[in-house]
């Protein structure tokens, strides 16, 4: 017994020096991290460590003149230099129906656009489920008061006009009075300013006129139109920005297959337009909630609202071609 308890005197002694020294290497009041310490865990082997999350920083927005701050400009959004593939999405009129359609957006974490009229709260056209024979088909815009609880917080708000008028045959005033009106009326509800526009009654409704007298004298920066590309070509200008398809075309998943499956040569551009009274019109609610589901996903698709799309991109497509 008294033999081996004296050949563990010099180990013990040599564990104990060990020891002593290692406290010394730290001896400085230096914090140390719980790896660094070894902590309770003994096992040495190399532990991938994850690299820390960096605190979010926030990004100023972007101002005008008058210190308004511009819808789009808070995302950090930026452009590398290599073709990327987007996706956005765009709802008019400010109808009740989209609140469903947010409800569905907030499952994905998306943020998608809504074009409303200011000029227009609180009203009910009966005559569009009318006309489509469906007359119990709702089609009524938000009050002002319903508009203030909140229910596109987070979303990008856009001009519709004030009153949805039919712009082509309206005098110069008139056209900026109803875009500029809702404009001003959309900053003053929500604190953002929208930086653009859809054309009232889509593609039949203005003119190169029209769009000359948006284009010098408002603070609209781009008007989205309705006319189908099916494709995903960039828009040749801002001022007549015409869509891939509309969400009530049975072709919408294809396609957004399509480009899915598609490699980003040059920037590519998803837009799919409507308006919420469709979805319940043709009963497509579980097809919006697959494409945003799908778009979410793919992880070499970028998800921009329109006026995100509209700064990224402002430099490189004129306003009118
Ligand atoms: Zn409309």
Redesign the pocket.
């Known amino acids: 017994m008294r033999k081996v308890s004296l050949l563990l005197t010099p180990i013990i002694l040599a564990v104990f020096m060990l020891l002593l020294s290692a406290c010394a290497g730290n001896s400085s009041n230096q914090p140390v991290s719980p790896t660094e310490n070894g902590g309770p865990d003994t096992d040495t082997t190399a532990v991938p460590t994850e690299e820390p999350t960096p605190a979010p920083t926030e990004v100023p927005w972007k101002v005008d003149e008058n210190g308004r701050r511009l819808a789009g400009t808070d995302s950090g959004l930026t452009r590398d230099g290599t073709p990327k593939k987007y996706f956005t999405i765009s709802f008019?009129?400010g109808i009740t129906q989209d609140k469903r359609i947010i409800e569905i957006y907030n499952k994905y974490n998306f943020k998608g656009t809504f074009?409303i009229?200011t000029g227009l709260f609180g009203e009910n056209w009966t005559w569009v489920g009318q006309t489509l024979g469906m007359p119990s088909l709702s089609h009524l815009r938000w009050t002002v008061d319903e508009f203030k609880t909140g229910i596109y917080d987070g979303q990008d708000v856009e001009s519709?006009t004030f009153q949805?008028p039919s712009l082509k045959d309206y005098s110069k005033n008139a056209v900026i009075n109803q875009v500029e009106v809702d404009i001003t009326n959309i900053y003053d509800l929500t604190g953002i300013c929208p930086v653009g526009m859809?054309w009232?009654?889509g593609d039949t409704e203005y003119t190169k006129t029209t769009m000359e007298i948006v284009r010098d004298n408002t603070s609209a920066k781009f008007a989205r139109a309705t006319t189908a590309t099916n494709g995903f070509k960039l828009p040749k200008s801002f001022l007549k920005w015409q869509p891939t398809c509309s969400i009530t075309e049975n072709a919408v998943l294809k396609l957004a297959e399509k480009f899915l499956e598609k490699e980003a040569e040059s920037d590519m551009l998803f837009y799919v337009w409507g308006?919420g009274y469709e979805l319940d019109y043709y009963d497509i609610w579980d097809r919006l909630d697959e494409l945003i589901k799908m778009m979410t996903e793919a992880e070499d698709v970028i998800c921009v609202t329109n006026a995100e799309f509209y700064w990224l991109f402002c430099d490189e497509i004129p306003p009118i071609k």
């Open positions: 008019d009129d074009f009229n519709h949805h859809a009232p009654g308006h």
